[in-house]
């Protein structure tokens, strides 16, 4: 019987598969492990076929289906193993084949794949343009040295040709994945003993044989982590049968130079945009950080409940095999921890409030004392000055620095808006309650007077935590080596938090890394959902300089996102209705369809009417049930973190997104103003980027004024 392996290039396209192919896929795989290598090689309906013209001749092709076909890497020396490495359309599959050469790594001995024929095609003309260069991004480097490295002779000869690291990045494609991260870290500056040990040293077998062999079987053995050796029928189909989620933490070479390198002497801060594995690097370094001790404790955090969860789950898949590493792994939201702070060491149960109950709290504060500003002015004064820069009193608040705030306030006026400040809080006070960022800014002062509770922190989607939360990690933790790993993209920042890391004691300078390659939506999906933030100007995580989406892509590729205004919300709603049955008819599973919209009313009226359509359902508030079938419906707030295979966008019309209610009057505050579209930008932005394959946008009435152009 032959064994079969799964490589990582297999997995990373199987659940976006329709039904009846991936039940071809199961259906050819049973038959597989059924077969002897004889008759398998005999041809007993499985097709096994030769590619023409294939640059590497063990390719070999698969029935799938009458119209798909897998492409199968198999062995030249009569062994029994056998590598499925992709499912593609039938002429696709054989294009693909056909370019593809798989080799042993002459340091790491793990399976790498490269487009030879592109390599090929390319490195001539690259080597034209460099023979007039000033300087070679690798010039420093001997060819010995390289070739230690495990750069072979074709990578060798491209890598000569390049001029800077965007042109190294234009390959990322084509290379084998080991070798392109080796030149990614000589790139960025590291030497070549440092690359040999956090990237070759890390993956090479400790019993290695002295020189590379090509023995498939052997080299699969050595690429641990990025093939799936399936030894028998129940183990193949719990495989095939597993859900997206339990794939996605898969490490991508361009991310797991990041999160395993060794060690770091302070903060780190990586950022990219939607889908781009900021998550599992988040995820793989708290492995990392588990394995390098015995006893040190790791908290990994996040800004929301649903967040939390999805974290707490996606360890569990990656550490199922390390169970007894979760014990030593807090995960929970940066205000839960701060609030179990206050609770153990003060004794005392903080109640806080939420953003409604602290808006009509300011209504009271101005009627009562008769202030000359609005209860928004006053909600933001206080969230991004007064608790941003944690002020006590009326002295801190008047020599306190006002940056993004658009309205001059003389120190009159700022005694004024003082005496406000005090009301409210003692209105909290006379309640019993606080807010979260008091509740935070109380535990940084406990943790202050102790021992730091964590060797390690780190923080997923932290481009929404607020300064006070910032304080109270940075207590929890000592400076030092890998105290902090921080993970974020400003341009999904929802929540309009301001903050300068480096004052907080935070900075990441000479340790920030920036991951480019979507591994999540297609091209079509980014490129349109890229241009509802060009017109503006994004700040870095770090609250210093700006951040951009340039260089930014996907290797995936799909059909353009719909978009269509109608008349009536009915209209929109009945459209709605219609375009989830085609999905549902084209083989995707209800929770794989996700709807949402910027009100919870207009989701309520979709939920009807989908009922109606004897459509199953289920509403995304905070954690939601996994295993419950059902489209889900969810506020544009609460689509943070979830991802779907088909995405509707509903009511992105004129005063719902933006919604007019949240953006304050550019003659009250210019900068606050255009600070609150940004943030709504931000979120349409992250609504859209959770579609991995299909993406609709609806209206009724008027188009939103981010779409003109785009529709």
Not at 191 to 218: I, S
Not at 354 to 381: M, N, Y
Not at 445 to 461: K, M, R, T
Not at 510 to 536: C, D, K, M, Q
């Amino acid at each position: 019987m032959p064994r079969l392996a799964f490589a990582q290039s297999f997995w990373d396209g199987y659940d976006t598969l329709e039904k009846p192919v991936r039940a071809g896929v199961r259906k050819a795989m049973a038959k597989f492990q059924a077969l002897t290598v004889a008759e398998l090689n005999s041809d007993k309906g499985l097709h096994l076929e030769s590619v023409g013209n294939a640059r590497d001749q063990r390719m070999r092709t698969i029935r799938i289906t009458d119209f798909w076909r897998g492409v199968v890497l198999a062995p030249d020396d009569g062994s029994d193993m056998f590598l499925l490495v992709n499912v593609l359309p039938h002429d696709d599959a054989y294009t693909w084949a056909a370019k593809r050469l798989y080799s042993a790594n002459t340091a790491t001995r793990a399976l790498e794949v490269r487009n030879a024929v592109a390599l090929d095609e390319l490195t001539p003309l690259y080597e034209t343009a460099a023979r007039t260069a000033s300087r070679l991004l690798f010039a420093a480097y001997s060819d010995g040295t390289l070739r230690e490295l495990g750069i072979d002779e074709q990578v060798l000869r491209a890598a000569r040709s390049f001029v800077d690291k965007a042109q190294l990045e234009a390959f990322a494609t084509l290379l084998p994945e080991d070798q392109l991260e080796v030149l990614q870290f000589l790139a960025e500056g590291f030497k070549p003993d440092e690359v040999y040990r956090d990237v070759v040293a890390v993956r090479r077998p400790v019993d290695a044989p002295a020189e590379p062999v090509e023995d498939l079987a052997t080299v699969i053995a050595n690429t641990s982590g990025r093939i799936r050796l399936v030894t028998g029928p129940r183990e193949l189909e719990e495989a095939l049968e597993k859900p997206f989620a339990a794939w996605r933490v898969f490490l991508h070479p361009s991310q797991r130079r990041v999160a395993y390198r060794t060690s770091y002497r302070g903060p780190v801060q990586v950022t990219g945009g939607p889908g781009t594995g900021k998550t599992v690097a988040a995820l793989h370094r708290v492995k990392h950080l588990l394995g390098r001790s015995a006893d040190g404790r790791v908290l990994l955090t996040t800004y929301t409940n649903a967040l939390a969860a999805g974290l707490r789950e996606m360890l569990g898949l990656l550490l199922a095999e390390d169970k007894d590493l979760l014990d030593r792994v807090d995960v929970t939201t940066v205000d839960a921890f701060a609030n179990s702070i206050v609770r153990a060491q003060s004794g005392t149960v903080p109640k806080p409030v939420g953003d409604r109950e602290q808006r009509q709290l300011w209504e009271k504060v101005i009627k009562q004392l008769d202030l000359p500003f609005t209860a928004q002015f006053l909600a933001q004064e206080y969230r991004h000055v007064v608790l941003g820069q944690d002020l006590h009193d009326l002295d801190a608040y008047l020599g306190a620095s006002r940056r993004g705030r658009g309205t001059g306030l003389g120190a009159a006026r700022r005694q004024l808006l003082w005496g406000g400040v005090e009301r409210f809080e003692q209105l909290l006070c006379d309640r019993g309650e606080t807010t979260h960022q008091r509740v935070c800014g109380r535990a940084a002062d406990l943790l202050a007077a102790g021992p730091a509770p964590y060797a390690h922190i780190v923080v997923d989607e932290a481009q929404d935590l607020h300064p006070a939360q910032w304080r109270v990690l940075r207590a929890a933790v000592s400076p030092g080596p890998d105290d902090l790993f921080v993970t974020g993209d400003p341009h999904q920042r929802i929540y309009d938090s301001r903050v300068s890391l480096g004052s907080l004691g935070i900075a990441t300078t000479g340790r920030s890394f920036r991951l480019h390659v979507n591994y999540r939506s297609t091209e079509e999906i980014l490129a349109w959902s890229a241009r509802l933030l060009a017109p503006v100007t994004i700040d870095a995580l770090e609250g210093e300089g700006t951040d951009s989406l340039a260089g930014y892509r996907s290797l995936l590729h799909g059909s353009r996102p719909q978009t269509q205004g109608f008349t009536t919300r009915q209209e929109e709603t009945a459209a709605l209705v219609d375009r989830v049955r085609e999905l549902l008819a084209d083989g995707l599973a209800p929770h794989e369809i996700g709807v949402c919209a910027r009100f919870n009313l207009s989701l309520d009226a979709a939920e009807e009417k989908l009922k109606a359509a004897g459509i199953p359902v289920l509403r995304v508030k905070g954690q939601t049930e996994q295993e419950r079938e059902g489209v889900r419906l969810a506020t544009m707030h609460a689509m943070k973190g979830l991802e779907f295979r088909a995405v509707s966008v509903l009511g992105v019309a004129e005063g719902a997104v933006p919604f007019a209610r949240e953006i304050t009057a550019r003659e009250a505050d210019p900068l606050q103003h255009d600070a609150d579209l940004l943030r709504e930008r931000c979120l349409l932005f992250v609504a859209c980027t959770r579609a991995r394959e299909a993406l609709s946008v609806t209206w009724s009435g008027t188009a939103s004024p981010f779409l003109p152009g785009m529709a």
